[in-house]
């Protein structure tokens, strides 16, 4: 009956605590990008960052706290935290790389790769 009080008791304190401090208990997201993607860009919008996370995924090469590869929402998420932006369900995104024409499946990396390539040649 003693150890009942004493947990009750306790309990209440936490309570207390968290009603009379409740900014300790608040759990804020702490990170806060201040990068952005233009949604609808020709070459690196939306579905191009969808393409680059269903790269990374089908590579199982990104992994989670586990030690296991990242799950495609997870990357995602990720991606959405970093760009400021909403794939909504990010399985319907990758859905429409794989309705484009083949040669235009990857033209986000195609883009990136081209820029790279471009760099180079312009430091030679």
């Given at each position: 009956?003693?150890?009942?009080?004493?947990?009750?008791?306790?309990?209440?304190?936490l309570?207390?605590?968290?009603?009379?401090?409740?900014?300790?208990?608040?759990?804020?997201?702490?990170?806060?990008?201040?990068l952005?993607?233009?949604?609808?860009?020709?070459?690196?919008?939306?579905?191009?960052?969808?393409?680059?996370?269903?790269?990374?995924?089908?590579?199982?090469?990104?992994?989670?706290?586990?030690?296991?590869?990242?799950?495609?929402?997870?990357?995602g998420?990720?991606?959405?935290?970093?760009?400021?932006?909403?794939?909504?369900?990010?399985?319907d995104?990758?859905?429409?790389?794989?309705?484009?024409?083949?040669?235009?499946?990857?033209k986000?990396?195609?883009?990136?790769?081209?820029?790279?390539?471009?760099?180079?040649?312009?430091?030679?």
């Amino acid at each position: 009956m003693q150890k009942a009080i004493a947990i009750i008791d306790s309990e209440l304190v936490l309570l207390e605590t968290r009603f009379t401090h409740p900014e300790r208990f608040v759990k804020e997201q702490t990170f806060k990008s201040d990068l952005y993607i233009i949604p609808k860009s020709k070459d690196l919008g939306i579905i191009a960052l969808a393409e680059i996370v269903e790269s990374l995924y089908l590579s199982q090469k990104i992994l989670n706290n586990e030690g296991k590869p990242a799950s495609k929402s997870l990357i995602g998420d990720k991606f959405e935290l970093i760009f400021n932006v909403s794939f909504g369900d990010i399985s319907d995104k990758t859905c429409e790389i794989y309705k484009r024409k083949p040669f235009n499946r990857t033209k986000a990396l195609d883009f990136l790769r081209n820029m790279i390539i471009r760099k180079d040649k312009e430091t030679r």
